[in-house]
């Protein structure tokens, strides 16, 4: 094992047995031999991934994907079916809600036998106690039976215990979801912590933010098969295609994948990414500034709703690069262009149109108007075919968004929508770590720092 490697993973595979009814397991225990009562599952497939030393490594892929699996072998709660774990040094998990906590003891009570399960004695517990309650802030829920907890009670004393055996390797699945947002603020800052004081970190997450924001590395784990290893963004862009894909192109998508990762490269997928060409592709960068907007078809909007039409109708609405490509995966900082058809059926007057762009929970994040109402269009003929077009610069955090799509007109001297899309276009916005701002939109351009005259700074 290299010196400066914490994880070594060789050639790993688990394959679970699967009993299709229940006896079959007692059947199998009793008259197997060269008959076998249940099916396989394979859960990993030769999967090999050396973490080194101070790394982050964020572990994403859709559920059932095998990426706790791979986690609990890594500590040893599993015992892999073929290959070879390494792992070195002292290691602190959160693999699932109230693992190693025993429910009839008090918190008080599991700290001392999680802390002692995780390599400490008892002098060492009781020199940490008091920061481990401070941090999990449980009040005097820690002298009751965690039996009575609720689950963020679990993980708040968990993770407090977890941090403060002051591990080589902390390993930490999805547990961390169920905390509220403070708390789950105050542990990332943490983690933060221990990764500059050199403990390395191996999570779960399906939040493509956090794993940009936080890793050095993320691996792409789907059906049991590594299908990406790298930069963040690029894995995180591959991650995000296969959530969206139709169903008929996610083995397309996964051959191509592994084919990458055997060639060693993490390109860009397709020719759809922008300004990418079959020579470009072998030889693209593996940091995340090389990945582009880029058009990603299974990305469609499936809670669009159309208002009734009245002699009007939106067409195709879309998002665009400048040169006209199609993008629905897009980067914060560059410009895009939002644009629609209008076809009238019948003369209108006093024609406007708009846009909204929301959050996936309806939040209206921006829009525009074509015009003020004094200003609007004073009369369009029938038969005529409008382009509308919106350009913007992406100010927007990642996440994924909706945008609408309106038309306004006179009708009987009052201002009424002729025809209106809801959720028109789905789009996502790719995340960035060098973003500083915080929110949906990002509306500070300069930071200034200087010294306020007269006043003393001491230490």
């Not at 963004?233 to 592994?258: D, F, G, N, W």
Request: include cysteine; proline fraction near 3%.
């Amino acid at each position: 094992m290299s010196s400066d490697a914490i994880v070594e993973v060789k050639g790993l595979t688990k394959v679970f047995p699967v009993y299709d009814k229940p006896h079959y397991r007692l059947m199998q225990m009793l008259f197997g031999g060269d008959r076998r009562w249940y099916r396989e599952f394979t859960a990993l497939s030769d999967i090999n991934i050396v973490v080194r030393r101070g790394e982050t490594v964020g572990i994403v892929g859709r559920n059932g994907s095998g990426k706790s699996t791979l986690l609990q072998i890594i500590c040893g709660t599993l015992a892999p079916t073929e290959g070879e774990v390494h792992v070195r040094g002292r290691v602190a998990a959160l693999l699932e809600l109230g693992a190693g906590f025993n429910p009839e003891f008090t918190g008080r009570e599991n700290v001392y036998l999680n802390g002692t399960v995780l390599g400490l004695d008892r002098a060492e517990i009781e020199r940490k106690l008091d920061d481990i309650l401070a941090f999990a802030e449980i009040g005097d829920f820690i002298d009751r039976p965690v039996k009575t907890y609720s689950s963020g009670m679990y993980v708040r004393l968990a993770f407090a215990v977890a941090i403060h055996v002051e591990p080589d390797l902390l390993v930490v699945d999805e547990a961390l979801s169920v905390g509220d947002e403070a708390f789950q603020r105050k542990c990332f800052a943490r983690i933060e912590r221990l990764r500059e004081g050199g403990c390395t970190v191996l999570f779960v997450s399906h939040a493509a933010t956090t794993v940009v924001e936080l890793c050095d590395r993320a691996i792409l784990i789907d059906h049991g098969d590594l299908l990406a290893d790298g930069a963040p963004k690029a894995v995180i862009s591959r991650y995000q295609r296969m959530l969206y894909a139709p169903q008929e192109r996610l083995a397309e998508l996964r051959h191509q994948m592994k084919r990458e990762r055997v060639e060693g490269k993490l390109a860009p997928l397709e020719s759809s990414v922008e300004g990418s060409s079959s020579e470009g592709s072998a030889a693209v960068s593996r940091s995340e500034s090389s990945i582009e907007s880029y058009f990603d078809e299974g990305m469609r909007s499936q809670s669009e709703v159309e208002y009734p039409r009245q002699g009007v109708t939106i067409v195709d609405p879309h998002l665009e690069l400048r040169d006209g490509r199609r993008v629905n995966v897009i980067n914060a900082g560059k410009r895009y262009v939002y644009t629609y058809g209008v076809m009238f059926d019948q003369g209108v007057a006093g024609a406007r149109f708009g846009m909204m762009i929301k959050t996936l929970t309806g939040v209206e994040i921006a829009g525009s108007v074509s015009a003020l109402v004094n200003e609007a269009l004073e009369w369009v003929d029938a038969g005529t075919t409008l382009t509308i077009r919106f350009e913007f610069a992406c100010a927007l955090a990642s996440g994924t968004y909706f945008i609408n799509a309106g038309v306004l007109g006179r009708l009987n001297e009052e201002e009424t929508y002729l025809d209106r899309r809801i959720d028109a276009v789905m789009f996502r916005v790719m995340p960035s770590s060098r973003r500083l701002s915080t929110g949906f939109v990002d509306l500070v351009d300069n930071v200034d720092i200087s010294v306020a005259a007269g006043i003393q700074i001491t230490s």
